[in-house]
Nanobody
Framework: QVQLVESGGGLVQAGGSLRLSCAASGRTVSYYGMGWFRQAPGEEREFVASISASGGRTFHADSVKGRFTISRDKPKNTLYLQMNSLKSEDTAVYYC?????????????????WGQGIQVTVSS
């Protein structure tokens, strides 16, 4: 069983940047796609970004395209989300997740391991 632990969240002003990290332990995630999702208060969890096992294919939600970048460091078993030009509407709890297979996917149904989530708050 893999454990996923997010870090790097916090409070930032609009226009600022944060980098989220997701450290995996218990087993390697090198053979699996990974992703980031977020959930704002009163809203459903939504897809943010995903990356394939090789790192060669990524998807980003339209709402974050050009501002957020997903990446992974396979030797470190760690996933990242670089968030630039943050907006108040990016405020949410962010979750990292491991996919059931090696592909990058945008549907939460294909992710079977989830972190506890980390708060990101963007003040306007």
């Amino acid at each position: 069983q893999v454990q996923l632990v997010e870090s790097g969240g916090g409070l930032v002003q609009a226009g600022g940047s944060l980098r989220l990290s997701c450290a995996a332990s218990g087993r390697t995630v090198s053979y699996y796609g990974m992703g980031w999702f977020r959930q704002a208060p009163g809203e459903e969890r939504e897809f943010v970004a995903s990356i394939s096992a090789s790192g060669g294919r990524t998807f980003h939600a339209d709402s974050v395209k050009g501002r957020f970048t997903i990446s992974r460091d396979k030797p470190k078993n760690t996933l990242y989300l670089q968030m630039n030009s943050l907006k108040s509407e990016d405020t949410a709890v962010y979750y990292c997740a491991k996919s059931i297979g090696p592909e990058a996917t945008m549907s939460a149904r294909y992710f079977n391991s989830w972190g506890q989530g980390i708060q990101v708050t963007v003040s306007s």
